[in-house]
C-alpha cells in the first residue's frame, strides 16, 4: 500500500463510523421514548418490538447480496446506494402516524447499516494491516455503540417525537453525502470481476463450508439477541421499578457507554494478552450475569458501575468476532464480503425473529424473565466461543513471520 493510500485509510474509518452512526442512532433513540410512540401510534408490546427491530429486517435479505456484489464490484457503490435508501427511509419516517408506514420506514432506515456491516471486515482488513483489523474494527464499532448511547441517553430531553425523526432525517442525508463524496473502493485487491476462474457461487462455496464462519455466526445471534432485549426494554424496566423516565434512560446510557469502552479496549486487551480466547469466555459469562441481575440494583453508583461492566463485556466481543473472517485462512479480504454477508444475514435474522416472536412473548411482560432470557443467550455464545480460532494469537503469529 503506498503513502497516499496509508494516510487516506484514515478518511476511510473515519467515513464508516460516522456512516454507521447515524442508523444506529436512529433505531436505538426509540428505547427511552417506547412508551410515548406505544401511546401516539398505538402500538402493542409486540408492534413495538418489531418498529424496532425494523432496520434488522432488510438485512436479512441483502446482507449476503450485499457481500457478494461487494467482493465482485467494489464497496463503494454499494455502501452509497445503501444509504440513499437509509436517508429516504428516515425522511418518510418524520411523516408516519400509523404502525405499517412507521415500520416500512423502518426497514429502509437500515438498509445503510445492513450493507456496511456485512462488508465491514472486508473495507477494514483491505485498508490496514492483520494486526490492527481487531483495534480499527472496535474503533468502527465504537460509533455503533456511541449511537446507542447518545440515543438511549438524551432522547428523552428532546421535545417530542417528531422533533426526534427530524433530526435523524438530517443525519441520514448528511452519511449518504458523505459516503458519496469520500468513500472509495479498497487499495489492497482487485474487484473479483478481473479476476477469473472467480464466481459467486465458488465464493458462497468457500464461505459456507468453513466451520469457523458458522460458529462466529451463532455467537453474533446470542450477542444481538442479548443487545436487542437489554436495549429496548431496559428503560422501560427501570421505570416500572419506579425510576423516572429520564434517569431511566441517563443509566441505560451508562450501559452503551460502558458498550463503548468494551469495542475499542477489548481488542486491545486481546492485543495485550496475544489470546482472546480466554478473554471472550470471561466476558460472556461476566456479560450473562449481568444482563440477568444488573438491572435489579439499587439506582445509585451500584447501578452504574454494574451497567457499565454489563455493556463492556458484551459489546467487547463484537469486534472479536467480526475481525475473524478477514483473518480466516482460506477467507481474506478476499471472501471477506461474502462471509460478512452470511453472518450478517444468520445474525439478524435471530435478531429479529428470536426477540420478537419467541422471547418477549414467552416472558409475558415479566421483565426478569426477559433478562434471565438475555443471559441465557450469552451463555451459549461462551460455549460456542470455545470452539473458535483465536484471532488474536493468529494476528500476532503474522506479525512476527513479517
Not at 452519511?175 to 472509495?184: D, E, R
Not at 459467486?200 to 432485549?229: D, H, P, Q, Y
Not at 471472550?280 to 450473562?288: E, H, L, N, S, T
Amino acid at each position: 500500500m503506498n503513502n497516499r493510500a496509508q494516510n487516506y485509510r484514515w478518511v476511510i474509518l473515519a467515513v464508516i463510523s460516522f456512516a454507521i452512526f447515524v442508523p444506529n442512532y436512529a433505531q436505538y433513540q426509540l428505547s427511552p421514548i417506547a412508551g410515548d410512540m406505544m401511546t401516539s401510534y398505538k402500538l402493542t408490546a409486540g408492534e413495538f418490538t418489531s418498529v424496532y427491530t425494523a432496520p434488522m429486517t432488510l438485512a436479512i435479505i441483502f446482507s449476503l447480496l450485499s457481500g457478494v456484489i461487494s467482493d465482485k464490484m467494489g464497496v463503494r457503490q454499494v455502501l452509497i446506494a445503501g444509504f440513499i435508501v437509509s436517508a429516504a427511509g428516515l425522511c418518510w419516517r418524520v411523516y408516519t402516524n400509523s404502525y405499517m408506514p412507521l415500520y416500512l420506514s423502518m426497514i429502509l432506515a437500515g438498509c445503510g447499516a445492513a450493507f456496511l456491516n456485512a462488508n465491514s471486515g472486508k473495507i477494514i482488513g483491505s485498508w490496514f494491516p492483520a494486526e490492527k483489523v481487531g483495534t480499527m474494527m472496535g474503533i468502527y464499532l465504537a460509533f455503533s455503540t456511541l449511537a446507542m448511547a447518545v440515543g438511549i441517553g438524551t432522547t428523552a430531553m428532546l421535545p417530542g417525537i417528531h422533533t426526534v425523526f427530524v433530526i435523524t432525517a438530517v443525519l441520514g442525508i448528511a452519511a449518504a453525502i458523505v459516503c458519496i463524496l469520500f468513500m472509495k473502493n479498497t487499495p489492497s485487491e482487485k474487484p473479483q470481476q478481473d479476476v477469473p476462474g472467480v464466481s459467486v457461487t465458488e465464493s458462497l462455496k468457500v464461505v459456507v463450508r468453513n466451520r469457523s464462519i458458522w460458529i462466529m455466526a451463532f455467537c453474533l445471534v446470542g450477542i444481538m439477541v442479548n443487545t436487542v432485549l437489554l436495549t429496548s426494554f431496559l428503560p422501560t424496566a427501570l421505570t416500572a421499578e419506579g425510576t423516572d423516565s429520564v434517569t431511566a434512560g441517563l443509566f441505560s446510557s451508562i450501559m452503551t457507554i460502558g458498550s463503548l469502552c468494551g469495542a475499542i479496549f477489548m481488542p486491545v486487551l486481546a492485543g495485550k494478552l496475544g489470546s482472546n480466547k480466554p478473554l471472550m469466555i470471561g466476558a460472556c459469562v461476566v456479560g450473562g450475569i449481568g444482563s440477568c441481575f444488573s438491572w435489579l440494583a439499587p439506582v445509585g453508583p451500584v447501578l452504574g458501575i454494574c451497567l457499565f461492566i454489563t455493556g463492556f463485556c458484551i459489546s467487547g466481543l463484537m469486534p472479536l468476532l467480526m475481525s475473524l473472517p478477514v483473518q480466516l485462512p482460506g477467507i481474506g479480504p478476499k471472501y471477506a464480503g461474502t462471509a460478512g454477508g452470511f453472518t450478517s444475514t444468520l445474525q439478524l435474522l435471530g435478531a429479529v425473529v428470536l426477540p420478537t416472536y419467541v422471547f418477549v412473548p414467552l416472558a409475558g411482560g415479566n421483565f426478569n424473565t426477559l433478562f434471565m432470557y438475555a443471559g441465557g443467550a450469552m451463555v451459549v455464545v461462551a460455549v460456542l466461543a470455545f470452539f473458535l480460532p483465536d484471532t488474536a494469537k493468529m494476528a500476532g503469529q503474522a506479525a512476527q513471520a513479517m
